[in-house]
């Protein structure tokens, strides 16, 4: 997520949970079911392509599992 440069600068970051974070506490509260990226993107309030980088780094990590199509 884009912030103000004076922000950045002032060391003003935002705070809360990554969107990795995100997903893995929707994921797991959810365990019960499977869900494709729109659907966590969705759930998660995030953009489609961030939670799909997001999954890849988690899958690389042995922490999300993917089906495929």
């Not at 440069?5 to 079911?33: A, C």
Request: charged share 30%; hydrophobic share 30%; proline share 7%.
């Amino acid at each position: 997520m884009p912030i103000r440069i004076e922000e950045f600068e002032t060391g003003n970051l935002p705070s809360g949970p990554s969107v990795p974070e995100q997903v893995l506490v929707y994921l797991y509260t959810n365990r019960d079911k499977a869900f494709t990226r729109s659907e966590i993107a969705t759930g998660t309030d995030e953009d489609p392509n961030t939670v799909g980088t997001a999954l890849s780094r988690l899958k690389q990590r042995n922490l999300v599992r993917h089906r495929g199509e």
